[in-house]
């Protein structure tokens, strides 16, 4: 615009033309090449057509541009004195014009590699959490049914010694399938609900142990409500009854649990009971340990710290 010079109308024909190719080469690039070569581990391939046919391009924008005649109309334009001799060129296309294809075909480029990167990251999230839940019904399915029969043995037996000891168990045992059920079905729960269900958990599994297992359930009084994955804590738990009790030896399970500057710790800690790894308790496949790293990897990434100290072979201990 600030030439002051009229500019013959099949220069903007070419310019147009130059853009509408520009966007097929941008599209073609995204949707076809990139995919199918690129993606694909084809470099090789994926330079020589991207560069040969922006070399075509060039070639059939040079011979566009000599049909129209626009050579000699732009020296027209702007030098309508002096007669129009046409020069030879160094090299048969405008150096400026493959700079604009290359770097069409690199932006294309760049976008067809981030429209990818989302997608597998989409993906990726999706993954995670069609594990995540398949790991909680996997849960909510291998939370120790040895331990709901057994319970419900107990259960039948108080019902002719305490019978209000037994409506009592029945309760605790009917909250826990409630929990297990439902609760496990949303993605968070309430802490104090997660408490609640532990705390139900312990005292079920006292109907079953001996009284030679003493237990040190030591769980903060008042802690700030927040919503928490369900069943997180539970397998720690559940790994000292496994490994940790024994009928004939003296053994000692403690739980601690609190919260402090908005950061919460769990402490578990058991004897290892060696003849105890026989009985079908300690060979139940429940989520275990493993399952439970995935799981806080996947939901907490790098907002948790586990250390489990299994090396002492009288104490087997794990904290949160």
Known sequence: MSWNVALPHQFWV?????????????????????????????VGWFLLLTIGVSVILMYFLEYYENWLGLPKLMHQAFHPEEEYIPRKKPLPF?????????????????????KKWQA?????????????KSELSYLKAQINPHFFFNTLNNIYSLTNIDVERAQTALHKLSRLMRYV????EKGQTLLSREIDFIKDYIELMKLRISEKVKINLDIQEQMEEKCIAPMILLPFIENCFKHGISSQQQSVITV????????????????????????????????????????LSLLYAQRFQLEIDDQNPEMNTAST
């Open 256 to 295: 601690k649990l609190s919260e402090k500057d908005q950061v919460l710790h769990l402490y578990t800690c058991n004897n290892i009971i060696s003849s105890y790894s026989n009985s079908p308790e300690s060979q139940a496949k429940g989520i275990g340990l493993t399952n439970t790293k995935r799981r």
């Open 120 to 132: 597998d990251e989409f993906l990726r999230q999706q993954l995670d959490q069609q594990r995540i």
């Open 181 to 184: 059920l439902y609760e496990t």
């Open 94 to 114: 405008h150096i400026f014009n493959l700079i604009v294809a290359f770097l069409t075909l690199g932006i294309s480029t760049s976008v067809a590699a981030v």
């Open 14 to 42: 070419r310019q147009f033309t130059f853009f509408i190719l520009l966007i097929g080469l941008f599209y073609i690039n995204q949707h076809l090449w990139v995919p199918n070569l690129l993606f694909k581990s084809r």
